[in-house]
């Protein structure tokens, strides 16, 4: 069956950076978009970014675009997110999320999530 | 970028219970909507795509309907492992956009 293990989260200074990874297994990782969502403790979820199957195709949400890098390296079935200018606003449960598609539409199912705290 | 508006935030209902949530679109999203349920400590689950279908092995207890701007989750007959947050998000552009949740609770 699919599974979806995050990795990388921790305690990071403000203004430093952070990458993340998610091993994937149980499918055929080169043929399907992933995805990285966010959930700040306690609070609601929010999307961050897509990647094409084949990484050509990349998507960001508003608050992290420009700061955050989606990738994927099929040959390891890896998906990556590396944060960079990170703020206390960026500590959050990210998890990583497999879509149906070679692009974005819905996405199911997803990781345990691994969390990462920004503060001084 | 479209936003998404989800209500009530908070909903209190029995076992047995029909409830329903609502997610109000800004513009047009036709029926790129879907419906997930997230249970404290885990990850969310996809319930319904495309606005109303329902996903393999999902009660059919639960039932999802609209397009355009306005959207419904329906739980007919609550069972106690509904009471959980539900969560819609919208998929007709980048950025996609979650609704704010609902947590429903056992009254």
């Known amino acids: 069956q699919v599974q979806l293990v995050e990795s990388g989260g921790g305690v990071v200074q403000p203004g430093r950076s952070l990458r993340l990874s998610c091993a994937a297994s149980?499918?055929?990782?080169?043929?399907?978009?992933m995805h990285w969502v966010r959930q700040t403790p306690g609070k609601g979820l929010e999307w961050v970014a897509v990647i094409s199957y084949d990484g050509n195709n990349k998507y960001y949400g508003a608050s992290v675009e420009g700061r955050f890098t989606v990738s994927r390296d099929n040959s390891n079935n890896t998906l990556y997110l590396q944060l960079n200018s990170l703020t206390p606003e960026d500590t959050a449960v990210y998890y990583c999320a497999k879509a149906p598609t070679r692009l974005g539409n819905w996405f199911d199912p997803w990781g345990q999530g691994t969390l990462v705290t920004v503060s001084s | 970028d479209i936003q998404v508006t989800q209500s009530p935030s908070f909903l209190s209902a029995s076992v047995g219970d029909r409830v329903s949530i609502t997610c109000r679109a800004s513009q047009d999203i036709r029926i790129y909507l879907v419906w997930y349920q997230q249970k404290p400590g885990s990850a969310p689950k996809l319930l319904i795509s495309?606005?109303?279908t329902l996903q393999r092995g999902v009660p059919s207890r639960f039932s999802g309907s609209g397009s355009g701007t306005e959207f419904t989750l329906t739980i007919s007959g609550l069972q106690p492992e509904d009471f959980a947050t539900y969560y819609c998000l919208q998929l007709h552009d980048y950025p996609l956009i979650f609704g704010q949740g609902t947590r429903l609770e056992i009254k």
């Open positions: 149980g499918f055929t990782f080169s043929n399907f978009g």
């Open positions: 495309g606005a109303s």
